[in-house]
């Protein structure tokens, strides 16, 4: 494991640099070394850190969650209103429709297949979208209209719609049975979520107010409840529905409420505990591509992608109408929400695994979706960000 850690770290660095000096994102270079080091091309990690790559990833996503949470601020979110809300479920609404519409007749395969396949490559990447709207936080780019608040919130409860869209279609193709609880099970999720999040986060306010702790202290105990956030969500699976993830944001934006002196210093520790869990996150995304599914794919799959994604924009476009925000501005909202790697990489399998006859095409729609559009959307993000949104105070 001790030599797969050191390849995955120096050979990542090497390729994410080399990258960036073509002026194409980093995380590129990373996707490249997983699927270069990983088993479907020189195989040289070891089986036991791929045996836990689901846990490294998740936990490099707690990581930059709870730093979008240290850095977003509730007053700004409430200037974006309605429209952050909609951008929650409209546009991962309007792509799976678009896949429903394009699939069957392209691919030949049944509607279900295609709404199972829809909500597979239907989640945005929070792993791409979010350091970057950090970036632009910290750069007051677009921050007066609430564009990457807005942006970064909703790309965090897209998730969890998504995957219970997800878990209602496999199980309707499973058994036959729709179940329109799982879809009532969305606001709740997110309500008890945000309600746990924002209760964690002042009562830790509190905590770090009465008793003096090293910052690097506080950042340990905020990550172990963020911890207890997420295996709550899995303890908590079929019971009652809570979003792990959310709670982790949602109790960064409470502590910054609460106490935004300490959370404007944890979130630069947090900051450089992201130089490693990226390099984590995205080598172990690529070493899970499946190279000779995407071969064999063809360049129709790629196009019912592309296809969805122009119904992805058209829903973000619907989420702007009545805002403030310029033509460009809108432009930019929508290339930002087209980026997908963790969730892709995480389900794309269970349906192969539970032996639907879909599972191979929506597999290969999973590998395409995070070799197309994770490159593409990071590089429209940085490329676009300066061009068309300006700094709040220019």
Same mark, same amino acid.
């Given at each position: ?66 730093? /979008? ?62 350091? *970057?709207?950090? *970036? ?36 309707? /193709? ?113 070493? /899970? ?40 501005? *809108?432009?930019?909202? /929508? ?51 300066? *061009? ?7």
């Amino acid at each position: 494991m001790l030599t797969s850690l050191a390849l995955i770290f120096l050979c990542g660095m090497v390729l994410g640099a080399l990258f960036q000096k073509l002026r194409l994102p980093s995380l590129l270079g990373m996707l490249l070394t997983g699927m270069i080091l990983g088993p479907y091309a020189l195989n040289l990690l070891d089986g036991s850190i791929l045996s836990i790559s689901a846990d490294l990833r998740e936990l490099a996503l707690i990581i930059i969650l709870t730093r /979008a949470g240290l850095s977003l601020n509730f007053t700004d979110l409430k200037k974006v209103g309605c429209p952050a809300i909609l951008m929650c479920f409209v546009p991962a609404c309007f792509e799976i429709a678009g896949m429903v519409l394009l699939a069957p007749p392209l691919l030949r395969i049944s509607v279900l297949d295609a709404a199972i396949m829809g909500a597979v490559v239907g989640a945005v990447s929070p792993a791409v979208i979010v350091p *970057r709207m950090l *970036r632009m936080m910290e750069e007051k780019r677009g921050t007066g209209k609430g564009i990457p608040q807005m942006i970064l919130a909703g790309a965090s409860v897209d998730d969890v719609f998504v995957i219970v869209l997800f878990s209602s279609f496999t199980g309707l /193709a499973q058994d036959g049975n729709f179940s329109a609880a799982a879809l009532l099970s969305v606001p709740v999720s997110v309500l008890l979520g945000l309600a746990a999040g924002l209760a964690a986060g002042l009562l830790l306010g509190f905590f770090f107010q009465e008793v003096h702790l090293r910052d690097t202290a506080k950042v340990l105990i905020l990550l172990s409840i963020s911890f207890l956030f997420v295996a709550l969500e899995d303890a908590l699976e079929g019971i009652l529905p809570f979003s792990g993830l959310l709670a982790v944001m949602s109790m960064g934006a409470a502590l910054l409420k609460s106490r935004p002196e300490a959370a404007v210093r944890l979130s630069a520790k947090f900051s450089k505990l992201w130089v490693a869990a990226e390099l984590l996150l995205f080598v172990l995304v690529g070493a /899970a591509v499946d190279l000779g599914y995407a071969a064999k794919a063809g360049l129709m799959v790629l196009a019912v992608i592309a296809g969805a994604l122009v119904f992805r924009v058209c829903g973000v476009c619907v989420c702007m109408i009545g805002t403030a925000l310029s033509r460009k501005e *809108r432009l930019f909202c /929508a290339a930002a929400y087209l980026p997908k790697a963790t969730v892709q990489a995480a389900i794309g399998g269970v349906p192969l695994a539970m032996g639907l006859s879909c599972g191979s095409i929506v597999l290969t729609a999973a590998v395409l979706a995070i070799l197309f559009t994770a490159p593409v959307g990071a590089f429209l993000i940085d490329f676009l960000a300066p *061009r068309l949104i300006s700094r709040q105070d220019e």
